[in-house]
Nanobody, 124 residues
């Protein structure tokens, strides 16, 4: 089966940088979009960034206002992967980050999948 595997979380000082990675494994027909969500303790899960992979808006990106100018989402279609480069990190960025993918399987069945989550802690 198709699954998402995340990596790159960890502890970083304020102002530092981290890069998250997420790769989809298994036989995939196509990926419609991939993105990153995060959830801090006591807060709702929120969309951080997303990138489209099909249609007239292919390559379009969306960011939550609080990370604009600091985070960059990118993709590698050959690896079925998505990345999140996080710069100028703030303590408020501390959260579990989840990869999300909308894709079609080899049988052309639509799936929305979530990664296992990776913890990002921004603290001195």
């Amino acid at each position: 089966q198709v699954q998402l595997v995340e990596s790159g979380g960890g502890l970083v000082q304020p102002g530092g940088s981290l890069k998250l990675a997420c790769a989809a494994s298994g036989i995939i027909s196509s990926i419609y979009a991939m993105g990153w969500y995060r959830q801090a303790p006591g807060k709702q899960r929120e969309l951080v960034a997303a990138i489209t992979n099909i249609g007239s808006t292919i390559g379009s990106t969306n960011y939550v206002e609080s990370v604009k100018g600091r985070f960059t989402i990118s993709r590698d279609n050959a690896k079925n992967a998505v990345y999140l480069q996080m710069n100028s990190l703030h303590p408020e960025d501390t959260a579990v980050y989840y990869c999300n993918a909308q894709l079609a399987t080899a049988q052309n069945k639509y799936l929305e999948l979530w990664g296992q989550g990776t913890l990002v802690t921004v603290s001195s």
